[in-house]
């Protein structure tokens, strides 16, 4: 089966392209939260990896609590700044959803609240002026992660 990848009102066009891309090439799902800062056929999007998205197996959500009565909240881990634990710490486990949050503000607050034993982070320095990770990099670090731990399926 593998991941999911879920992005809460993603802003930069090229990011989600990027990520797009590597949804398609490991067999990952990619679940777009609403309002979303540009459209699937915005010209960027197309050059960071709309090509792709005939091989890519992608849903819309008008909103996050849309996709949590879908799938039920014990699949998801979500991704942050502010996360207590690693991300190699964790065990994921096949067909989780892994959250990531817009750009410019991350996972809204009262959503990583009320799932805090499911907050993880990257390790990075702890600097002011590197505040976070690329969005798209941070997907791939942590997509990854998921797909070694449960032994890469379906890929060579």
Known sequence: ???????????????????????????????????????????????????????????????????????????????????GNRHSDMEFFDDCYLVFGKETRGIPLEILNKNKDKCIRIPMLNNEKARSLNLSNSVSIIMYEALRQIEYPGLI
């Open 1 to 83: 089966m593998g991941v999911n990848i879920v992005l809460i009102e993603p802003e930069i066009p090229q990011n989600t392209g990027n990520i797009a891309r590597s949804c398609a090439a490991t067999g990952s799902s990619l679940h777009l939260v609403k309002p979303l800062g540009f459209s699937v056929d915005d010209k960027h999007l197309k050059r960071a990896g709309l090509d792709y998205w005939h091989l890519l197996d992608v849903h819309f959500y008008d909103d996050f609590e849309e996709l949590v009565k879908k799938v039920g909240k014990d699949k998801f881990f979500y991704a942050t700044t502010k996360g």
